[in-house]
């Protein structure tokens, strides 16, 4: 057993506990302590701060060609509209340099996701930023299913490739269209025998009207993301809104919903017409109107080593300290099912744990040390 004696410890379920120690036993948390035994090993932190391994739940990570080009560019299956059939994991290089960017960054665990291209982009899944093969790192192995609306499914399939929707309506479509189709295969599957033919396509689908994953779907636009709401609220599915930029807009229709936000990436040019209302007081509104908020950094379009950089600029502009670290932590945690062994510092969960040089989001909280499974694997 090792203990690491910290000046504070953000322990996140119960704020933080000073002159603490954190007890670690095969990459497991034993407690949280002001008192050791005198024959445990200490690593003396004394002069810092630990918080958990921060939590990005939207990126694409080892999907958009870090260091590879375009032989790296395999988030988006474009051959068609709608992709429920494909899985994120056969696409991510857990050697790419995207995975140490964000030990850097001290982003310990992450959801992938398959881009926006598509209506129905196909199922993502959760991973710790560290390991030598995909099936080490897994934490959730189907996390979701990825759906988009609005500006980049219409340029893909409708102006680059001319097979597809071409209007905010037929991408709407292309959803309902989906889903209904999912029912009816439900309903067929229900009634069939052991000859049943298996459609992975919907099989995806069906995950989502069991209520087995949510539909996670990208939208920016305040009318896109009504749009999703309305759709999801049609099926009775559990969903959560990526990106929501235009969220502060319609906060007072997200808030009574409790509607999940992924809210991101910040630090960025507004790039597209979708983004042109972006504002750092996002999450600060849809959190005080009652929207589930998480923060992400959506890498590569922001560098994941800077999600924290970004977490303090949301602070600056309005979400208190707790909160704004609830929302790097255990808020995507609870958002992708992964509570149970991370987003916290708590006994039985994975001790998965960042080293500060002063108070988070400040200048003097920059990150020294990042910590996956009770084992260094960065210090500056």
């Not at 992938?112 to 959730?140: R, Y």
């Not at 990526?242 to 808030?255: P, R, S, V």
């Not at 040019?269 to 009652?290: F, M, P, Q, R, T």
Request: aromatic content about 6%; glycine content about 10%; some cysteine.
């Amino acid at each position: 057993m090792i203990a690491y004696k910290a000046k504070r410890i953000y322990t996140i379920g119960n704020e933080y506990i000073d002159q603490a120690y954190l007890l670690i036993k095969d990459g497991k948390i034993v407690e949280i302590s002001t008192e050791v035994d005198k024959n445990i090993e200490v690593v003396d932190l004394s002069h810092k701060m630990i918080m958990p391994g921060l939590i990005d739940p939207h990126t694409h990570l080892g999907v958009w060609g870090d260091g590879e080009g375009q032989a790296g560019y395999d988030g988006n299956e474009w051959s068609a509209v709608v992709s429920g059939h494909v899985h994120i994991m056969d696409s991510i290089n857990p050697k790419q340099m995207s995975f140490q960017t964000a030990i850097e960054g001290g982003v310990t665990c992450a959801q992938v996701l398959p881009g926006s291209s598509n209506a129905i982009g196909g199922l993502c899944c959760v991973v710790k930023t560290s390991g030598d093969s995909l099936e080490e790192m897994l934490i959730n192995p189907c996390s979701g299913l990825k759906g988009a609306t609005g500006e980049n499914v219409k340029r893909t399939h409708g102006q680059n490739q001319n097979h597809g929707t071409i209007t905010r309506m037929g991408v709407a479509s292309k959803i309902r269209n989906y889903f209904n189709e999912v029912l009816d295969y439900k309903e067929k599957k229900n009634q069939a025998g052991e000859d049943f033919k298996v459609n992975l396509n919907y099989e995806s689908g069906l995950k989502v009207i069991n209520k087995e994953i949510p539909f996670r779907v990208h939208a920016h636009r305040h009318d896109d993301i009504v749009s999703v709401t309305r759709l999801c609220e049609e099926f009775g599915i559990d969903y959560s809104i990526e990106h929501c930029t235009d969220g502060h807009l319609i906060a007072d229709y997200l808030g009574p919903r409790k509607s999940t936000v992924m809210l991101g990436p910040g630090l960025s040019s507004s790039g597209k017409v979708e983004a042109d209302n972006y504002s750092d007081k996002n999450a600060s509104i849809l959190h005080e109107a009652g929207a589930r908020v998480s923060l992400m950094s959506d890498h590569p379009f922001l560098n994941i080593r800077y999600f924290l950089h970004y977490a303090a600029v949301v602070h600056k502009h309005g979400l208190d300290m707790d909160t704004t670290l609830r929302a790097i932590t255990i808020n995507p945690a609870k958002a992708l099912n992964v509570d149970h062994r991370v987003g916290s510092l708590e006994a039985g969960k994975d001790a998965d744990f960042i080293v500060l040089g002063g108070l988070p989001l400040t200048l003097e909280g920059r990150i020294e040390k990042t910590y996956i499974n009770g084992t260094l694997k960065w210090e500056r």
